[in-house]
């Protein structure tokens, strides 16, 4: 892992570089507000292969959510949704946005989440996204959760806005076909 790579993405998302140190061992910190990330190098680290998670929790995750988006959007021109780096968009559920998840340049999850519990969804599809999200963005198997997406579409109700569903069910498409997969196989 490159720190100095780590904390330009960092950078990018509205942190600042608060200590760096390359000798004996890389190391840097950065912050943005109250939230303090710190990250060290490590000879012969396979982003892919990554097992480093956080969790940060914050009462409102849509401000987070926009500056990162925003920073992201400013230096690539895009939200990056698929390969390493990206960043998972929240999801709607019962009419409030959940957390989402930043995988930065070496791998690591930043899994941001909204403190209070919420309820559960009331709908099929709603339990369906849930769930959808849970195996892409949390765990990162895109095609499980390309599958349940795509057997509640199948099943829901002509009442329903699937609006959401599709638009995730394209992202997921884009992130299992970026990665050089066809998504049907």
Known sequence: MDIDEMASFYEMLGFSVTYRQT???????????????HFYGMP???PEESHSTCVVIVEDTGPLFEAFAA???????KLLVAGIPRMTRPRLRND???????????GNWIRIN???QEPEAKTPLARAM????????????????LKILEG????????EDVTEAE???????????????????
């Not at 000798?23 to 990330?37: F, G, H, Q, S």
């Not at 409030?96 to 070496?106: L, Q, S």
């Not at 638009?167 to 196989?185: C, H, K, N, V, Y």
């Open 167 to 185: 638009a995730f069910r394209d992202e997921l498409i884009e992130r299992i076909t970026s990665s050089g997969q066809r998504p049907d196989a």
């Open 23 to 37: 000798r004996p061992n890389p190391y840097v910190c950065v912050r943005r507000e109250d939230l303090n990330l």
């Open 130 to 145: 849930e769930n959808a999200a849970r195996q892409a963005d949390a765990r990162g198997d895109e095609r499980q959760a």
């Open 96 to 106: 409030r946005y959940t957390g989402f998840t930043v995988v930065d340049p070496a």
């Open 152 to 159: 509640a579409l199948k099943k829901a109700d002509a009442s």
């Open 71 to 77: 920073g992201m959007r400013e230096r690539h021109g």
């Open 44 to 46: 012969g680290h396979v």
């Open 114 to 116: 909204k403190a209070a």
